[in-house]
């Protein structure tokens, strides 16, 4: 590896270190307001579900995202990360969808299946099944 593909990958897991950072800050910070606003609700005897739910829903966002964002750093060491090319959220090497927008990374397509030598077996034999082969959509870094 040359010095500066090192120097593009060195920036890129502090970038992702410094993601995790902010995330993580944020997971705290989210669940601390949750639960503060769960006991204020709790000793009024007045809950507001929709705002509770709505708060929920905030720290499960960033919960996946630390959690892919983790992911990836341990994945760094093999430099097999690349990005989403419709929200340019990172992903995994092999990953078939997005984990943000869901946008399909990989797309599906059948094998080619070799012509038998032999012949045909017998008609109570199980039909055989089609072996399917993933091909990137999209270049990953490299």
Not at 62 to 90: F, I, K, Q, W, Y
Not at 114 to 127: C, G, L, R, V, W
């Amino acid at each position: 590896m040359s010095p500066p593909d090192k120097d593009r990958d060195s920036a890129a897991v502090s970038a992702l270190r410094r993601r995790r950072d902010e995330l993580a800050e944020q997971v705290i910070e989210l669940h601390w307001d949750l639960g503060g606003l769960t006991y204020e609700m709790a000793i009024r005897d007045y809950f507001r579900l929709e705002v509770l739910v709505r708060r929920a829903a905030m720290l499960q966002e960033r919960d996946a995202e630390l959690a892919e964002v983790e992911r990836l750093l341990r994945l760094e060491e093999s430099a097999s990360a690349g990005t989403c090319p419709a929200c340019a959220a990172p992903h995994s090497r092999g990953a078939v969808f997005c984990w943000q927008c869901g946008t399909t990374l990989m797309e599906r397509s059948p094998s080619a299946v070799a012509p038998q030598a032999t012949a045909p077996a017998p008609a109570t034999a199980a039909p055989e099944q089609d072996t399917v082969i993933m091909k990137p959509v999209i270049a990953t870094e490299e």
